[in-house]
């Protein structure tokens, strides 16, 4: 193991800054009282409140998962705070956001203000608990798009929140995401009406600031009809030395020719190199292919975060619809991570293609666990999976669990592994022609990652190279 | 070719080296001026590929003692990386595969790097294309190889034919090539010598390392030494070779004949 790699993947964590900002934080704990404080503080209609305390219930009956590889003290609930909101928090314009605040997000790279018009993003923030400003509403609104937090989509568009919150993601449907449905305080919103093109790409950023506050946002997109949209999430975290939990719900719904590409880059803090803070993100991201001919497309760039347990998953009804999961998920010092999908078809002739890069570096250990389940109806189903490892140095773990379940005689299903390493040899290669081990581990895991890089939108894929300790030469792609 | 007043390249002095505590090379000393073509050959475990790989800075490999002269400067001065950029190259026996690297990114990168370590032009994408195919035609090389991986997949012959695209592309000082024809069958092996000989100039010298004289059949060898026990043992011209084919290397190792002699 060579000096150069190890200082490559060291790199420090330069997002881990902590936000002086004034915020509102209520107590710790967790109970029924909390989830009325929260609803009453985000004056929330009863539906939700009764969506909350129904979520909050099954949590108390249920267990935390054992089955994912990963390995960490137990959580206590009572110690987290539910709430936490910047003040002063009503926000008209961009002007009116605390300067600090925006510095944030300057540090962070965040195309808010002009750059966010040149970029042609339009970003919801979500910082701590609360939306902080969402950028290019007007304009998105012109072509019938609501894009907003869903605290306020909650007051301006309760009919169709209490229509899809939860069709996908379920308040039962596991320990984490009953949790979310309890607790959550705010996310993003985002409604393409029928036959509309989101004209720009949307965007999140989400960021934790205050520490022992668990953060609980709350995603929900809709495509109607024939729409598309194309949302991307940014997460970074600043650095503290206990772990803050992250349960995340994202629920997408595609109806007939509807198409949604859901982008991540995920950069939570991810705990020093003896394992000491970092975040735990449990998170359930699902997408309802209702509609037939609709398409749901997942990538995911997993860089950070002390353990990562996530699986964007796609339900597969419509016929002739299509599910993709695309995922880079790099793992170092002590970080665990347990990701994949799960494609579920139940429609006739649904499709659905995975592809997961794995890469561990240091003492992580990084897993791959994927279910593709062909239901009885799903005549003609196809999937391909492809799931890659690759081994930096001699202590790191990579595994892998597919689970396949076929009930339908005309389905098929592939499934292609493999296992790598970044040894001596290969930068000794390198090197005798000239290229350094920067260059060179830059252009072995670029080309090992390339097949997921291709799918992000471009600003986003530069930003991957770049999370990755990489250097892109201009043109290679 | 012997030329008169060439350039000292590469000057070898006394060297000792080891690899996993083992001490391979006991006091080899090589000389090689500009023109010249040198055949390094020798029993397996003589110590000929330790001698190429540690020129060019495998990390497996560890000096003990002894002095490298490239061009009159210190070798083991520089990092390997900067070695090639140096103008030295080695050509591997066991090239490696590089999945999911396009093999024009890697040539490309590869070219770049070391012609801006000289102070020359660096190539876009579109000239680049130009100069890589026009060298490949030298080699017979199918152009779909370059959008291919680097060596992966790759049969035998590709391997040395891409070893030896590099040669061409990087336009060395001193080319190592370390047992550039095993594996090659005569055709392949007919191309990669005419390749080779192709880039000779009065200006750079090739050190080839085999086992065995069928490659100084096509790229003839102005000096060959016999390697054995980690330093050259005898030194002749090509009937040297000739003679090794026909008598094996006992003749000279058993009898422990002439010591250390260098060209």
């Known amino acids: 193991m060579s000096a150069v790699i190890q200082n490559l993947v060291n790199q420090p964590y330069t997002a881990g800054f902590v936000t002086d900002i004034e915020s509102e934080t209520v107590a710790k704990g967790l109970s029924e009282d909390t989830i009325r404080l929260i609803s009453t503080k985000k004056n929330e209609p009863q539906w939700l409140l009764d969506f909350r305390l129904d979520a909050y219930r099954h949590w108390l009956k249920m267990e935390e998962p054992q089955w994912p590889n990963v390995h960490y003290p137990k959580i206590d609930f009572q110690n987290i705070s539910y709430y936490s909101a910047p003040k002063p928090k009503k926000l008209k314009t961009m002007d009116e956001v605390d300067p600090e605040l925006l510095r944030t997000f300057e540090k962070l790279g965040v195309p808010m203000n002009e750059r966010a018009k040149l970029a042609g993003v339009a970003v919801d923030v979500i910082f701590d608990s609360v939306s902080v400003a969402t950028t290019y509403k007007a304009k998105l609104a012109e072509v019938g798009i609501i894009f907003c937090s869903i605290s306020e989509a909650v007051q301006n568009h309760p009919e169709l929140v209490k229509k899809y919150m939860g069709s996908v993601v379920p308040t039962g449907d596991n320990y984490y995401a009953a949790l979310n449905s309890a607790v959550f305080t705010d996310g993003s919103f985002c409604f393409i009406p029928k036959g509309v093109k989101c004209p720009m790409e949307l965007s999140t950023y989400f960021r934790i600031n205050t520490q022992d506050s668990g953060q609980f946002e709350r995603t929900l997109i809709v495509a109607e009809e024939g729409a598309t949209v194309s949302y991307l999430e940014g997460c970074t975290a600043p650095k503290f030395d206990t772990n803050q939990l992250h349960a995340a719900v994202v629920e997408l719904v595609a109806l007939d020719d509807a198409d949604i590409k859901y982008s991540t880059v995920q950069n939570w803090y991810a705990g020093d190199e003896n394992g000491v803070g970092g975040i735990y993100n449990f998170v359930t991201k699902r997408g309802l292919c209702q509609g037939a001919r609709s398409r749901i497309s997942w990538t995911q760039v997993e860089t950070g975060s002390a353990i990562t347990w996530k699986y964007p998953s796609c339900v597969l009804i419509g016929d002739h619809s299509v599910g993709e999961f695309y995922s880079v998920a790099l793992t170092n010092h002590r970080q665990q991570a347990d990701t994949g999908t799960k494609m579920i078809h139940i429609g006739k002739h649904t499709r659905s293609t995975i592809v997961s890069k794995g890469i561990s570096a240091g003492h992580s250990n990084n897993s791959y666990r994927g279910l593709v389940k062909i239901g009885a109806n799903a005549d003609g189903a196809r999937n391909y999976s492809q799931c890659d490892s690759m081994l930096i140095g001699q202590s790191s773990g990579a595994h892998t669990f597919p689970y396949i379940q076929v009930q339908n005689p005309t389905a098929k299903v592939e499934h292609e592994a493999s296992t790598s390493k970044i040894g001596e040899d290969q930068l000794f290669y390198f090197a005798s022609r000239g290229i350094g081990a920067e260059e060179a581990v830059s252009m072995i895991i670029n080309g090992f990652c390339k097949d997921v890089f291709q799918q992000l939108p471009m600003e986003f894929a530069v930003e991957a190279t770049k999370l990755l300790g990489l250097k892109l030469e201009g043109s290679v792609g | ?263």
């Open chain 2, 1 to 263: 070719m012997i030329l008169q007043d060439a350039k000292t390249l590469l000057e070898v002095k006394g060297l000792h080296a080891s690899v996993n505590g083992r001490e391979i090379l006991k006091g080899l000393d090589l000389t090689v001026r500009a023109g010249e073509v040198h055949a390094i050959m020798g029993p397996n475990g003589s110590g000929k590929s330790t001698f190429a790989k540690l020129l060019a800075g495998h990390p497996a490999y560890e000096l003990i003692a002894g002095t490298v002269q490239f061009e009159g400067s210190d070798l083991f001065a520089l990092t390997p990386d900067a070695r090639a950029k140096a103008g030295l190259f080695l050509g591997f026996q066991y090239p490696v595969e590089i999945p999911g690297v396009a093999n024009s990114q890697f040539l490309r990168l590869a070219y770049n790097t070391v012609m801006a370590g000289r102070g020359k032009d660096e190539l876009d994408p579109l000239e680049f294309d130009d100069l890589v195919r026009e060298r490949m035609k030298l080699l017979e090389m199918n152009p779909n190889f370059l959008d291919r991986s680097v060596n992966e997949g790759f049969s035998g012959g590709e391997k040395k034919r891409n070893e030896i695209l590099q040669m061409a592309l990087l336009e060395p000082t001193v080319a190592l090539l370390d047992e550039t024809d095993s594996g090659l069958d005569i055709d392949a092996l007919r191309i990669v010598a005419q390749g080779v000989n192709s880039l000779l100039n009065k200006d750079n010298a090739v050190v080839l390392v085999t086992h065995y004289q069928r490659l100084l059949n096509y790229i003839v060898p102005d000096y060959v030494h016999v390697m054995e026990g980690g330093r050259i043992v005898k030194t002749g011209d090509r009937s040297l070779a000739l003679e090794l084919e026909s008598r094996g290397y006992d003749w000279i190792v058993g009898a422990g004949a002439d010591k250390a002699v260098t060209a």
